[in-house]
């Protein structure tokens, strides 16, 4: 137990007995290596071998030997007491067990020797015992202290982390387990599980595109969202079981009765439950009821499996951390953090702030915060936009987490046709890039979503001369006029859970007009015809199903939903004459990309094979581009024929890993400059992917110096 950092109790110290036991009977030790790390290896992984036992060894004192070595607790011989109580029955019946010679000789009368024999076995026996207690309380003091190591992929593949992150580190609660999302060189994602008494990790057959797993409460079963589906599999064997629909899920917990919630959406009204054994997911505590955020997320069960923690991104109430409960609407905000929240065990909360990573002591009865956070770990990831922390504990003292570059954000990074690096644009951390008509500038977002402030910057190309354009509240998602003297863009208010769509001239004179605002569902700009009759973007619906909008601007401009169905169809594009659109939808399990016609929709096409997202389209409207799953840039050829039009056969450019296709609300890693000649792409947090993560053993001990 010890070696799996697993909790001990007397039945460790029933399997050290038998440690002893054996040594004294073999001459040899039950388990040997050549350094400490084989020793507890073979601790963990193998049997001693009982040929060494001598061939007149009692049959009882083998099966007490068996019992008091078996790795499961629960199978270990269970008090002390009954070690003696066999001991002293063979020792009386002895003569059953010793060679017919020696049985002779004995027939006459038993030397002193064989009449002390059980007294001194009993004054060995607490000798030994006093020698394991203070082994034990020795080892235990040792423990004490937080031991660190690292944890690196497995060869050929690298973490999932980010850009778009698929996951997080995830511990199993009993702390035996790692499951991670990884990514392999030609860009498929999947799961992998890795004992952590094992230095091998496996892939986790069957899921391909898998996100955000979660752990069942028994460490064997995992939770995951892929195609469209909640799904669960065996981490020891199996293959992926489908739970329920749930769209573009947000996170999961599963508590001891089965039951999990999940966040089914990026813009989640309320939360869903399901039977882990599968059914119809109902809706629980819409925050239309209860409270304003407009994106709630990441739920976590505590230790009574009927409330959870929860975190609510912006919106009319506080950015952080609340409680809700099963079968209420009643929420209850509990503290500030700027990611998810887990419960550690005997009672803490971990969360981030920026990218320091928080504990604070909590007491999960009366769900009650106690004294001020303090930090456990500098440095902590965090993908951008999705509010979910690099980091797992386990409730057995356990805790992991990955690290994240210094500068905290992607970097814009000049690339040809042939994906040949040219060299860098603007500061970190920025995302939206946005050309101008003629390329000359480029505009683009700098946001810290932690602290829930940032603006759109124009940067000159030619003179390298940047501009603030907006002055708050919160400027994203930057589209030019089709002559480039305007550019819409949405504005996030913190103060009434709103984002807005505005319009403003780009030399930035005036004040910005608003087009629409609808509090608590957020919206964004995707495209300006080139006609400049219509802008597109993107909304949520009351189903939290993103759908895309044409505004007209000229008439009434009233809205009209271009694109509506149960999927999520976003990140529409105008072809160059306007008369067809490119979007993205999930209705076929994956993100690809379509054309359809403008305004009138109905026809599709599909574009991409295999997932797309991202589609821009050449000047000439002769090809459109999209990136393809690993940051691979594809280039499709489009003809029109009528009333119709035929997709050629995709080509790839070229792949740049690091690629951020994903930001808060729609695809924004990359921009084309208007000759098609060269390409502006987000790389993202990435550098992450390849670092290991830190493993802390007892990290906790190290909580009362710092409190």
Not at 440 to 466: F, M
Request: aromatic residues 10%; neutral net charge; contains cysteine.
């Amino acid at each position: 137990e010890q070696a799996k950092a697993k909790p001990v109790d007397r039945r460790a110290d029933i399997w050290a007995f038998g440690c002893v036991l054996y040594e004294m009977l073999t001459g040899k030790m039950a388990f040997h290596g050549e350094t400490v790390t084989d020793t507890l290896a073979a601790v963990v992984m193998k049997d001693p071998d009982w040929s060494l036992l001598p061939a007149n060894t009692p049959a009882r004192i083998r099966v007490l030997l068996q019992r008091c070595l078996q790795k499961d607790p629960k199978q270990r011989l269970q008090a002390i007491g009954e070690a003696r109580i066999t001991i002293d029955e063979v020792l009386a019946g002895a003569s059953e067990f010793i060679s017919s010679s020696v049985a002779a000789a004995a027939t006459t009368s038993a030397p002193v020797w064989r009449r002390a024999l059980p007294w001194a076995t009993t004054i060995v026996l607490a000798i030994i015992t006093a020698v394991f207690v203070l082994a034990y309380l020795r080892a235990s003091s040792i423990q004490m202290h937080p031991t660190r190591s690292l944890i690196s992929p497995p060869p050929k593949v690298s973490f999932a982390f980010s850009p778009q992150p698929y996951g997080t580190p995830l511990l199993s609660p009993d702390g035996s387990r790692l499951v991670f999302p990884s990514r392999s060189a030609d860009g498929k994602e999947s799961l992998w599980v890795r004992p952590l008494d094992s230095f091998d990790a496996q892939q986790l057959q069957g899921t391909d595109g898998a996100t955000f797993p979660f752990w069942a409460p028994d460490s064997r079963q995992v939770g995951f969202f892929q195609d469209g589906k909640l799904k669960k599999i065996d981490v020891t064997g199996g293959p992926p079981v489908t739970i329920c629909d749930a769209q573009s899920g947000r996170g999961g917990t599963w508590n001891r009765n089965g039951v999990i919630i999940f966040a089914p959406a990026r813009y989640t009204s309320a939360f869903l439950q399901v039977s882990a054994a599968g059914g119809t997911p109902n809706a629980i505590v819409s925050h239309k009821q209860s409270i304003g955020n407009f994106s709630r997320r990441w739920p976590v069960f505590l230790p009574d499996g009927r409330h959870f923690l929860y975190l609510g991104l912006t919106g009319t109430a506080q950015l952080g951390i609340y409680i809700g409960e099963l079968g209420s609407n009643e929420v209850k905000f509990l503290v500030q953090a700027d990611s998810d929240a887990l419960y550690a065990a005997p009672g803490y909360l971990l969360f981030l702030r920026g990218n320091t990573l928080m504990a604070q002591r909590f007491n999960a009865a009366d769900r009650q915060l106690q004294g001020s956070a303090f930090p456990v770990a500098e440095n902590v990831g965090s993908p951008a936009n999705f509010g979910l922390g690099l980091f797992s504990v386990s409730q057995t003292g356990l805790l992991i987490y990955g690290t994240t570059p210094e500068s905290g954000g992607g970097q814009l990074v000049w690339f040809d046709a042939t994906g040949k690096r040219l060299g860098t644009v603007g500061p970190p951390g920025v995302s939206y890039p946005s050309f101008s008509p003629d390329g000359k500038l480029l505009a683009y977002s700098l946001v810290n979503i932690s602290a829930l402030t940032g603006d759109i910057w124009i940067e000159d190309l030619e003179r390298d001369v940047q501009t603030r354009f907006t002055f708050g509240p919160i400027g994203i998602a930057p589209v030019w006029s089709p002559d480039g003297s305007q550019i819409v863009y949405a504005a996030a208010s913190v103060g009434n859970g709103s984002v807005s769509l505005f319009v403003k001239n780009s030399s930035g004179a005036g004040s910005p007009e608003l087009l629409r605002s609808d509090a608590g569902n957020p919206q964004l700009p995707t495209d300006w015809s080139r006609d400049g009759r219509y802008i597109l973007f993107e909304a949520v619906s009351r189903s939290s199903k993103a759908v895309i909008w044409a505004m007209p601007l000229f008439g009434d401009r009233k809205p009209f939903p271009y694109l509506q169905s149960q999927f999520d169809v976003r990140e529409g594009t105008f072809s160059p004459d306007g008369r067809w659109a490119a979007y993205v939808s999930d209705e076929s399990g994956n993100n690809e990309v379509y054309v359809s016609p403008f305004p009138g929709g109905g026809s599709k096409w599909q574009v991409s094979q295999g997932g797309g997202t991202g589609p821009q389209w050449s000047r000439d409207g002769s090809a459109l581009y999209y990136v393809a799953p690993g940051g691979k840039m594809m280039e499709a050829s489009i003809k029109e024929n009528g009333s119709a039009v035929e997709i050629g056969a995709a080509r790839e450019l070229f792949q740049d890993q690091m690629m951020t296709v994903t930001a808060m609300f729609a695809n924004t890693g990359y921009a084309v400059m208007p000759d098609g000649k060269r390409f502006l792409i987000d790389e993202g947090s990435g550098s992450t992917n390849a670092s290991p993560l830190t493993l802390v053993t007892n990290w906790s001990a190290e909580t009362k110096q710092s409190q």
